[in-house]
C-alpha cells in the first residue's frame, strides 16, 4: 500500500535507510534496557500480559530493523502512517488512488468485540485489527505513538515519536490532544 501512494513506510527497513532512522529515547532517567508495562487497570488491578519482554534496546537493533513484524516495526513518520491509513478512512481510497474496496476496507471499523479486554483490564470494543471508539478507530504504539482514523469525518491524524514518556509514572495524552485538535478543526 505504500508504494501507490508514494508513503514513505515500511514494514521491516533495509540498510540504506538505516542512517535516517531516530532512535526511540527510554523516558528520562530510565536506561534502554526500559520494558515498559500495561498502565494499571481501574483502581491499580495489574493488568494481564503475555510475558513477552522487549527493551528499548531491542527495538533500536539492527535486527529489529531488518524484521518484518507488522504487528510491531513499521518505520515511518507521523505523514507516512497517516497516508497509509488513511486508504481505510476513505473507503479504499487515497489522493485519488484506489488500493480496497469498500468493502474490503469495512472489517477496520465493524465490532468483532465489546467487553472487558482481560488484557487491558477495561471495557473495549475491538474491531479487526484496531479498537473502536465511536465512529472512529485505531491504535497506539510503544512510547506514544497512536493513528486514528474516522471514515465518517474521512479523517485520519497520526502522531509519531521517538521520546517516550514513562508510562507508570504519568500518563501519555500526546496523541490523544491531537486527535481532539483534528475534530474540534472540523467544527
Known sequence: MAGPLDADFHIG???????????????PSLTDEYVAAAPPGPGGVPRETSGAVIRVRDVNSLPWRRAQIPAVNGFGNARSVALVQSVLANRGTSGGVRLLSPQGCEPAWQ??????????????????GFGRF??????????????????????TVAYVMSQMIDRDRQEDHRGLEMVMAAYSGLR
Request: aromatic share 10%.
Open 111 to 128: 465490532e468483532v468485540f465489546r467487553g472487558q479486554d482481560r488484557v487491558l483490564g477495561t471495557p473495549m470494543c475491538w474491531t479487526v
Open 13 to 27: 527497513l533495509s540498510p540504506e535507510h538505516d542512517h535516517r532512522v531516530a532512535p526511540l529515547v527510554p523516558p
Open 134 to 155: 465511536g465512529s472512529a478507530f485505531g491504535w497506539g504504539g510503544w512510547g506514544g505513538s497512536m493513528v486514528a482514523s474516522d471514515p465518517d469525518a474521512r479523517m
